[in-house]
């Protein structure tokens, strides 16, 4: 059973396809809107979500299907103790494809071990985001038309932040990719991130903790929040958690044809001001999520033998 935990469990080729299909959703919707008819996804959120969650309901809405799940580990059995792979079997009863997000790393993978239907990792801990990704894929396609040849920074929080760990998983398969890593010391993206995507293959990379710095050569700038929840003590999350904000000043050092990205929410990292610059795209990321989600609900719907 294919199942989607890892953005690297898709090839390249995939990827294009899965964007392929999202461009052609948002052209031709009407050819999309029954093809799920009768198939049901389950949403089953054990941490808080607003757009993961309401985009993987909307795409299969979109679809013609049906939802189901939850949206706090407390309201399920859980609370009494039932473990992810327990709840996966159980699940797997009533839902066709199932879209998990979890605090623990690797429980999806976890899920998708015994469930008898697709999982989709919808977020575990400060681990993976590959559906995230989908989105920032799409992104990036439909802004810059290319995925080769650009300068990426990322910004924040780089070692809990999740989103980070997915995107730089995926760029890292592209040529002619640099990345300039801006965090606090305290934050800087995990050394198995860094090894594992960036250093084996020799992928130019610098680490600075000033955003001024870097702005004149970035093509895109991932913004991300500082994330609290993942935190061991509230001091050193107040001492940290402005350590970056894009206002309107430090934009006139970027290119003009910059791609501001944030996968969402924003704390206090970007500045509402910058919503206004035709450069800041974290809005349409949001909308391309939708798109993306169900060109991946019809993928794996498919390669499951559930639709045709
Ligand atoms: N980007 C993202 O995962 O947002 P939510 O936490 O609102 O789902």
């Known amino acids: 059973m294919r199942s989607l935990i890892d953005i690297l469990d898709f090839t390249t080729e995939e990827l294009d396809e899965l964007i392929q299909v999202a461009c052609d959703i948002i052209d031709n919707p009407d050819k999309y809107s029954e093809i799920c008819h009768g198939k049901t ?3 089953l959120f054990f941490e808080p ?40 079997k159980t699940v797997s ?3 066709d494809i199932i879209a998990m997000r979890h605090p623990k790393e690797g429980a999806p993978y976890v ?11 919808a977020g575990d801990g400060g681990h993976l985001h590959p559906t995230q990704t ?14 080769n040849n650009l300068t990426v920074g990322v910004c924040g929080d780089l070692k809990f932040g999740r989103t980070v760990h997915s995107l730089i998983a995926a760029m890292s398969r592209y040529p002619d990719i640099n990345f300039v890593l801006i965090s606090p010391e305290e934050l800087k993206l995990p050394s198995y991130v860094k090894t594992e995507y960036i250093k084996e293959k020799n992928i130019p ?23 609290r929840e993942r935190f061991f003590n509230e001091e050193d999350y107040l001492r940290l958690k402005d350590s970056y904000i894009l206002d309107t000043e430090k934009m006139k050092a970027g290119k003009e044809d910059l791609v501001v990205m944030h996968p969402l929410p924003r704390v206090n990292e970007i500045s509402v001001a910058v919503d206004n610059d035709p450069r800041a795209c974290y809005f349409k990321q949001v909308l391309y999520g939708k798109y993306m989600r169900m060109a991946l609900i019809l993928k794996l719907l498919k390669e499951a033998g559930t639709i045709k």
């Open 93 to 95: 009863c009533y839902a």
């Open 134 to 147: 989908l989105a920032d894929l799409l992104t990036i396609y439909r802004e810059k038309g290319r995925f």
């Open 205 to 227: 990379y610098t680490q600075t903790t000033s955003l001024e710095e870097a702005m004149p050569k970035l093509d895109i700038l991932y913004m991300t929040r500082v994330q």
């Open 41 to 43: 996804l389950a949403t």
């Open 49 to 88: 979500s607003t757009r993961t969650r309401l985009s993987f309901e909307a795409a299969m809405f979109e679809l013609g299907g049906n939802v189901l799940g939850f949206s706090e580990a407390g309201s399920s059995s859980a609370a009494k103790g039932e473990s992810v792979a327990d709840t996966a």
């Open 111 to 121: 899920a998708s071990q015994v469930a008898t239907v697709p999982v989709i990792n």
